[in-house]
């Protein structure tokens, strides 16, 4: 049975001064709803993607979706959690319960709140999603893990910062027309190369402009069966949706290859019948720069260390030859761990509906996703299709 999307709501990204979790999860879960056209007593399954880590004092957070309406209690509800695939990770459970005919209709919230958090627990929070043994120490969490990844990749393939420079400035200047964005401001190539005092190192070869955002924020969505989805007002159906899991120790694999991404990419498109050349457009996790650069040689768009020629030859901007992160990515956009994943399948709706304003890509017909916990141990990759 294939699942569909038939409704979504987003709240805008940032530092959410006076916002609570809780308050970010009701609203987006209610105006879903709503969007969808259905009523809380038509849920028959909710699930919450909620990373914390520390970034909340509230654990246990699936009965805060109750809490958007009296008529959703004793609803079956879970809280998943994938590291900063999260938010797929949900998505994917609701997929489940679609496809085994658990629940005719899906509420999917992912949310979080990182801002309320000082810097230096910021980076303690995200590090636990890393091998704690041998991980742990790296200095600057998880931009220290990147970093790292980008100094091994200029070793092996030479210097790539004019490449990573071009994947920033790409991705500031889509963010600037996401009115969902955290930062809208085109910062332009030459402020992401150079350094400097508002743009220094972070760690190795990676400045600020090579990081994504610690930020606020929820998505939500209603997944139904493609029956019911079409009498609905709008269905967007999965046409695949892959998750692949890797070690989770960096020294367990080579960390330059991100093996779990090309495998989730390479059975989602057999499983979608489709090739890369198909896509209108991708939303790909730019946690960093480097990341998003070895994800074009992982899902096929360039030969292994050649992905700086897609960057600087424009191919994955607006438009070029497969736009990628129209959105803006985790880099503007905006990166609450665990809202990313649904933020995505959001966002990618809105694009195959013609409901994306400012971010539209002309004529888009079928979207690709890929989001990533860690440094690609978990991996998602969905193919979306409008079908109404
Ligand atoms: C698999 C995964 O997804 S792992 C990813 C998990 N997420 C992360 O690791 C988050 C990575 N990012 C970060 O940790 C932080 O954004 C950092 C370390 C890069 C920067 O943080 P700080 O140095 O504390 O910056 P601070 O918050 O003080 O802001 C200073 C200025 O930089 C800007 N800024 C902060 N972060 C960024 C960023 N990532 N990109 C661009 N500008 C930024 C701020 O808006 C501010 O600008 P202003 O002076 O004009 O007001």
């Not at 929820?218 to 046409?239: K, N, P």
Request: charged share 20%.
């Amino acid at each position: 049975m294939t699942a569909c999307i038939v409704g979504w709501a987003h709240s805008r990204f940032g530092k959410l001064e006076g916002e609570t979790l809780e308050g970010l999860i009701t609203k987006v879960a209610a105006e879903a709803l709503e969007h969808a056209g259905i009523g809380p007593q038509d849920v028959g399954e909710i699930v919450l993607g909620h990373f914390n880590a520390g970034f909340s004092p509230q654990d246990f957070t699936a009965s805060l979706v109750l809490q958007t309406d009296d008529r959703l209690r004793f609803k079956p509800a879970t809280r998943v959690e994938n590291a900063c695939a999260t938010g797929s990770a949900a998505v994917r459970q609701g997929i489940r319960a679609v496809e085994v005919g658990a629940a005719k209709f899906v509420l999917v919230v992912g949310a979080e709140q990182m801002t309320t958090t000082p810097g230096p627990q910021v980076q303690q929070n995200l590090i636990r999603a890393s091998y704690m043994p041998e991980e742990g120490d790296i200095p600057a969490g998880f931009a220290g893990q990147f970093g790292k990844i980008a100094a091994a990749y200029f070793q092996r393939h030479g210097d790539q910062s004019d490449a990573l420079a071009a994947i920033a400035a790409k991705n500031h200047r889509n963010g600037v027309d996401n009115p969902y964005a955290h930062m809208r401001r085109d910062f332009g190539y030459e402020f992401c190369r150079q350094e400097s005092d508002k743009n220094p190192f972070v760690a190795g070869p990676l400045k600020r402009t090579d990081c994504s955002l610690v930020s606020d924020g929820a998505a939500a969505l209603v997944l139904t069966d493609a029956t019911t989805a079409l009498s609905m007002r709008r269905a967007v159906a999965f046409r695949a949706n892959e998750h692949v899991q890797d070690f989770l120790p960096m020294s367990k694999r080579d960390i330059l290859l991100f093996e779990g991404c090309e495998e989730a990419w390479t059975r989602a498109l057999k499983s979608a019948g489709v090739t890369l050349d198909d896509l209108s457009f991708v939303e790909t996790h730019d946690c960093f720069t480097i990341a998003e650069l070895i994800e074009y040689e992982a899902m096929g768009l360039a030969p292994r260390g050649q992905g700086a020629k897609v960057a600087l030859e424009g191919q994955t901007e607006k438009g070029g030859r497969l736009p990628v992160n129209p959105s803006g990515g985790l880099k503007a956009k905006g990166h609450p761990i665990g809202a990313t994943g649904v933020s995505m399948h959001v966002l990618t709706s809105m694009q195959l509906t013609g409901e994306a304003g400012g971010i539209q890509v002309k004529d888009a017909k079928l979207g690709g996703i890929f989001n990533m916990g860690g440094a690609a141990v978990a991996n998602y990759v969905s193919i979306l299709d409008r079908i109404r």
